[in-house]
T-cell receptor
Framework: NAGVTQTPKFQVLKTGQSMTLQCAQD?????MYWYRQDPGMGLRLIYY???????DKGEVPNGYNVSRLNKREFSLRLESAAPSQTSVYFC???????????????FGEGSRLTVL | GNSVTQMEGPVTLSEEAFLTINCTYT??????LFWYVQYPGEGLQLLLK?????DKGSNKGFEATYRKETTSFHLEKGSVQVSDSAVYFC??????????FGKGTMLLVSP
């Protein structure tokens, strides 16, 4: 069972370069999320997609764009990377539950990005 | 908006000691509450959850009770093991899609 798969696992960029983080899930989940994790800050939501064809901003969307390519895939793009975007990025997915969304979030293993 | 406050770490314990990690929350309505665990080099995974007041979530010897009167969801374990060393995140969901996380508490257990 693959679950949530993220690529790449590690990446070093120079300031101003662009890159895309890929995420795919094989659990037929409707919702997908991108979080970043920074020391002392916990996890902060960047963007999410409640269903195929929709995306919404989270807490820290500036400097990022996303694409929900299909139900399985949700990519995160940095158009012009900045040192402040050095972080560990996690993709997650969740099945929707009809009553009071209580479905479990499933996380990928993370992508560690360093911007020099 | 929603928020979660956890005790700062690291929490350092000896094996077989009793563990409490405090978590309090602010939310409108009736959120669901979660504890996630992150082992070194891995993503987060659900440890336990509670969906309504007075519910007790439990898993792997860990427990947490949803206390609406004190807006708390403290994590406890009676006897920790070295293998429990990890970062623990308290979280809540009150809306349709998004989960709000606390900043995480690192637990270090020594033999």
């Amino acid at each position: 069972n693959a679950g949530v798969t993220q690529t790449p696992k590690f990446q070093v960029l120079k300031t101003g370069q662009s890159m895309t983080l890929q995420c795919a899930q094989d659990m037929n989940h409707n919702s997908m999320y991108w979080y970043r994790q920074d020391p002392g800050m916990g996890l902060r939501l960047i963007y999410y997609s409640a269903s195929e064809g929709t995306t919404d901003k989270g807490e820290v969307p500036n400097g990022y764009n996303v694409s929900r390519l299909n139900k399985r895939e949700f990519s995160l793009r940095l158009e012009s990377a900045a040192p402040s975007q050095t972080s560990v990025y996690f993709c997650a997915s969740r099945a929707e539950v009809a009553v009071k969304n209580t479905g479990e979030l499933f996380f990928g293993e993370g992508s560690r990005l360093t911007v020099l | 908006g929603n928020s979660v406050t956890q005790m700062e770490g690291p929490v350092t314990l000896s094996e077989e000691a009793f563990l409490t990690i405090n978590c309090t929350y602010t939310a409108t309505g009736y959120p669901s509450l979660f504890w996630y665990v992150q082992y070194p080099g891995e993503g987060l995974q659900l440890l336990l959850k509670a969906t309504k007041a007075d519910d007790k979530g439990s898993n792997k010897g860990f427990e947490a009770t949803y206390r609406k009167e004190t807006t708390s969801f403290h994590l406890e374990k009676g006897s920790v093991q070295v293998s429990d060393s990890a970062v623990y995140f308290c979280a809540l969901t009150g809306g349709y899609s998004t989960l709000t996380f606390g900043k995480g508490t690192m637990l270090l257990v020594s033999p």
